[in-house]
């Protein structure tokens, strides 16, 4: 298994808080991404990254930031957190961006609750 | 506009009985193909993929997925099907260039009947 861990796993918090979500990988891989799963939705790209200090926006990016100062962690921060930013959320990584001749890993989750 | 659909919410199947997902895509250039499994509280871990050459691909755990252009599909399938194979599957598709491109589908979750 590509060794990504998230923290936290679990997180309740309430309307209006700020909420850091921390994505930290062993791999040395250059590309971080954060997803949203929604029942009925999938997966949805929010950020990513394709460096340290280079990130750019995904689908569903409004409400959230990224940053990434090392290449091991990729933060998730949802300034002021609502009730509709309530999912599990996913990093993955990869080594390249083509699809064709890399895969995607994915973390194992953090299911955030927003009360 | 660029979508996968998986008309089966959830499906149940008896352990031992074959198995096929259905994944219908729309896209506008050539698509590139993925299927991915989720195991309950896990993240998701690569199937398969395809990108060009022969329609019928082969993953791991003993899931092929077929290519038909024409159809605008690319079906999940395995022979005989496990307990362990329950779980929630994803068909996705995208650019071969980029996955922060790759669009992800509903999901199927699959039940496996004792």
């Known amino acids: 298994d590509a060794g990504i861990t998230q923290s936290p796993r679990h997180k309740v918090t309430e309307t209006g808080t700020p909420v850091t979500l921390r994505c930290h990988q062993t791999e040395n891989h250059r590309y971080m991404y954060w997803y949203r799963q929604d029942p009925g939705h999938g997966l949805r790209l929010i950020h990513y990254?394709?460096?340290?200090?280079?990130?750019d926006k995904g689908e569903v990016s409004d409400g959230y930031s990224v940053s990434r100062s090392k290449t091991e962690d990729f933060l998730l921060t949802l300034e002021s957190a609502t009730s509709s930013q309530t999912s599990v959320y996913f990093c993955a990584i990869s080594d390249f961006e083509d699809t064709s001749t890399d895969t995607q890993y994915f973390g194992p989750g953090t299911r955030l609750t927003v009360l | 506009a660029q979508s996968v659909t998986q008309p089966d919410i959830h499906i149940t199947v008896s352990e031992g009985a074959s198995l096929e997902l259905r994944c219908n895509y729309s896209?506008?250039?050539?698509?590139?193909l993925f299927w991915y499994v989720q195991s309950p509280g896990q993240g998701l871990q690569l199937l398969l993929k395809?990108?060009?050459?022969?329609?019928l691909v082969q993953g791991i755990k003993g899931f092929e997925a077929e290519f038909k252009r024409s159809q605008s599909s690319f079906n999940l399938r395995k022979p005989s099907v496990h307990w362990s194979d329950a779980a929630e599957y994803f068909c996705a598709v995208g650019p071969y260039s980029s996955a922060s491109k790759i669009i992800f589908g509903s999901g199927t979750r699959l039940s496996i009947r004792p």
């Open positions: 896209y506008g250039a050539t698509p590139y």
């Open positions: 395809y990108f060009s050459g022969d329609t």
């Open positions: 990254s394709y460096g340290v200090k280079d990130t």
